[in-house]
């Protein structure tokens, strides 16, 4: 996939933010979904629409592994551990970001809009 075409795929955010946590340990689903959450100063939410196809695709590529746990008595809880594919594909998913903002910010630089959302007049 050439980098412009990474650039243009939104789920890779969802995916970045999760395997920057997952670098910190391994957490369930709603973990995952609090740590967004809290990390980002209750900025950021990610839905469960969002969050499972995104591990779903994490896990399919390698990038992330699960593992199943007894809690309590009878109930499962699912968690998502990142593997060494998966720290190397984050790197190359931050740096898809960072490329995408600075190549953002050059153009709100040059075009310096105005508080009305127009250029300068």
Same mark, same amino acid.
């Given at each position: 996939?050439?980098?412009?075409?990474?650039?243009?795929?939104?789920?890779?955010?969802?995916?970045?933010?999760?395997l920057a946590i997952l670098c910190e340990?391994?957490?369930? *689903?709603?973990? !995952?979904?609090? !740590?967004?959450?809290?990390?980002? *100063?209750?900025?950021?939410?990610?839905?469960?629409?969002?969050?499972?196809?995104?591990?779903?695709?994490?896990?399919?590529?390698?990038?992330?592994?699960?593992?199943?746990?007894?809690?309590?008595?009878?109930?499962?809880?699912?968690?998502?551990?990142?593997?060494?594919?998966?720290?190397?594909? !984050?790197?190359? !998913?931050?740096?898809?970001?960072n490329h995408l903002n600075n190549a953002?910010?050059?153009?709100?630089?040059?075009?310096?809009?105005?508080?009305?959302?127009?250029?300068?007049?």
């Amino acid at each position: 996939m050439k980098r412009d075409d990474n650039l243009k795929r939104g789920k890779n955010n969802i995916e970045m933010i999760l395997l920057a946590i997952l670098c910190e340990g391994d957490f369930y *689903g709603y973990q !995952l979904v609090q !740590l967004v959450h809290e990390y980002s *100063g209750k900025m950021v939410s990610i839905p469960e629409g969002s969050l499972y196809p995104a591990l779903y695709r994490l896990e399919e590529s390698g990038h992330i592994t699960w593992r199943k746990e007894l809690v309590g008595k009878r109930q499962e809880r699912i968690y998502y551990h990142i593997e060494p594919s998966g720290k190397e594909y !984050l790197q190359t !998913l931050i740096s898809d970001f960072n490329h995408l903002n600075n190549a953002i910010q050059n153009i709100l630089d040059r075009t310096e809009p105005s508080v009305n959302g127009g250029k300068n007049e």
